[in-house]
């Protein structure tokens, strides 16, 4: 069974900025796994970020960056903000089917 | 701008088969440029992706769940469905339609408990 590990939690000050991380465990992570970010803040829907590794949809804030590092994708949040607290998803394609990291909750403090 | 709305029983007996509707407003769900997804979170937990179909009515599903789960469109009516099939406690979750994963429904609790 394919698992996707993420960082369990991750605490950063405003301002300051944060990479989560998105590993595999059939290896390293490329663009055709087609990585996806989430943010879901308490009782709300989670919200689309990133897709196909770095692109931003419209509505995403400039601040939030996907790329590949090393062997896994990666999400930076540039200049944190205090309304960037929330669960950060990302989410692998792998061959027909999508399977959801664990989520890391991102504490701004 | 499209917009998704789940629905369906909140409460579900073991042993019985999840039933839930997603209609779709503001977009079709004939074109050929998206797929629909179901996804589900328990409470307290993370997201996990269910399956997808496309306009042509091809599917993939979690192979955890594939030999429980159904997804079907209803093109005139622009309604997707969902089945789950034996269900038990642990498929209690609030359940999400999407288009792609970019638009997202606001869920729907559904509680399996007898």
């Known amino acids: 069974q394919t698992v996707v590990t993420q960082e369990p939690s991750l605490t950063v000050s405003p301002g300051g900025t944060v990479t989560l991380t998105c590993a595999s465990s059939?290896?390293?992570?490329?663009?055709?796994?087609?990585p996806n970010w989430f943010q879901q803040k308490p009782g709300q829907t989670p919200r689309a970020l990133i897709f196909s590794t770095n692109n931003r949809h419209s509505w995403t804030p400039a601040r939030f960056s996907g790329s590949l590092l090393g062997d896994k994708a990666v999400l930076t949040v540039s200049g944190v903000q205090p309304e960037d607290e929330a669960d950060y998803y990302c989410l692998l394609y792998y061959s027909g089917a999508w399977v959801f990291g664990g989520g890391t909750k991102l504490t701004v403090l | 701008q499209v917009q998704l709305q789940e629905s369906g029983p909140g409460l579900v007996k073991p042993s019985q088969t999840l039933s839930l509707t997603c209609t779709v407003s503001g977009g079709s769900l004939s074109s050929n440029y998206y797929y629909w997804s179901w996804i589900r979170q328990p409470a307290g937990k993370g997201l996990e992706w269910i399956g997808r179909?496309?306009?042509?009515?091809?599917?993939n599903y979690n192979p955890s769940l594939k030999s429980r789960v159904t997804i079907s469109l209803d093109t005139p009516k622009n309604q997707l469905s969902l089945k789950l099939s034996s269900v038990t406690a642990a498929d209690t979750a609030v359940y999400y339609c999407a288009r792609d994963f970019s638009d997202w429904g606001r869920g729907t609790l559904v509680t399996v408990s007898s």
């Open positions: 179909i496309y306009a042509s009515g091809s599917t």
């Open positions: 059939t290896g390293a992570v490329t663009g055709g796994y087609y």
